[in-house]
């Protein structure tokens, strides 16, 4: 039984790298088994943390 037949996930994050760190094994599950995995980053990501 897949209890996440036609279920729906949102991922919110703070950064764009917070997505694959954070929630990769999670988001990669979710989006085999989810009919609809949405991401949305709070981040405009116009400069590098490295070079700042």
Request: aromatic letters at 10%.
């Amino acid at each position: 039984m897949n209890l996440f037949s036609g279920a729906r996930a949102l991922f919110l994050a703070p950064r764009t790298d917070d997505v694959e760190l954070g929630y990769g094994v999670t988001l990669a599950r979710y989006n085999e088994e989810c009919e609809t995995v949405d991401v949305a980053v709070f981040s405009s990501a116009v400069q590098n943390r490295l070079t700042a």
